[in-house]
């Protein structure tokens, strides 16, 4: 089925250590986004990649990197991982580069920092 | 800034009409998105307005103003599958989505 795939589903992590979500998509989409969900807060943008090769920074990009060798992948890394980025991560990826276009969702990845 | 509102939590009965209303405020106007969210999911795509006037698509109509920086999810005919949050949001000007905090809908039988 095509879409997007994230890993882990689910993490404990203990503060300090470096982690990395996993996001690939098999859609050719151009454009790949990583959000994070927080409880009364909406969806906020962590980085972006709007093709191959370049990313940019969204609302919240401090203490997270991103890069996107190829179409397909989109890894999220905290360096050192701190317990306000206790949440739920989402990949989203969309066919076009500009702002009219769907979006579309991984499942999402819960990290719990401790 | 780009602000955007919408109620925390809604109620309503199995085989009701239910609104769902989002203001907002950008420096520009480029659209208007709104998203359905169950618990523990991805989100996934309703609807895109950029003109005002009330589009259809089957039991949900979603509305525009412009002039007056307001939307209204219109859902008809509530299922119980329906039970999800509703999340809108609005492109900012660098063209990256700004979302609300999203309206969770408990349906009743």
């Known amino acids: 089925i095509a879409g997007i795939t994230q890993a882990p589903t689910s993490q404990i992590l203990a503060a300090g250590r470096r982690m990395t979500l996993r996001c690939t998509q098999d859609m050719r989409h151009n454009a790949m986004y990583w959000y994070r969900q927080d409880l009364g807060l909406g969806l906020r943008l962590i980085h972006y990649s709007n093709t191959a090769g370049t990313t940019g920074k969204g609302e919240v990009p401090d203490g997270y990197s991103v890069s996107r060798a190829n179409t397909d992948d989109f890894p999220l890394t905290l360096a050192s991982a701190v317990p306000s980025q206790t949440s739920v991560y989402f990949c989203?990826?969309?066919?076009?580069?500009?702002?009219?276009?769907?979006?579309?969702f991984g499942e999402g990845s819960r990290l719990t920092v401790l | 800034g780009q602000n955007i509102d919408q109620p925390t939590e809604m109620t309503a009965t199995e085989g009701a009409i239910v609104q769902i209303n989002c203001t907002y405020q950008?420096?520009?106007?480029?659209?208007l998105f709104w998203y359905q969210q169950h618990a523990g999911e991805a989100p996934t795509f309703l609807s895109y307005n950029v003109l005002d006037g009330l589009e259809e698509k089957g039991r949900f109509s979603s509305f525009l103003s412009r002039s007056k920086g307001y939307s209204y999810l219109l859902l008809k005919e509530l299922q119980m599958k329906d039970s999800a949050s509703y999340l809108c949001?609005?492109?900012?000007?660098?063209?990256?989505?700004?979302w609300g905090a999203g309206t969770k809908l408990i349906i009743k039988p």
């Open positions: 949001a609005v492109p900012d000007s660098n063209y990256q989505l700004i």
């Open positions: 989203a990826s969309s066919k076009g580069t500009d702002y009219t276009g769907e979006l579309f």
């Open positions: 950008t420096s520009g106007f480029n659209g």
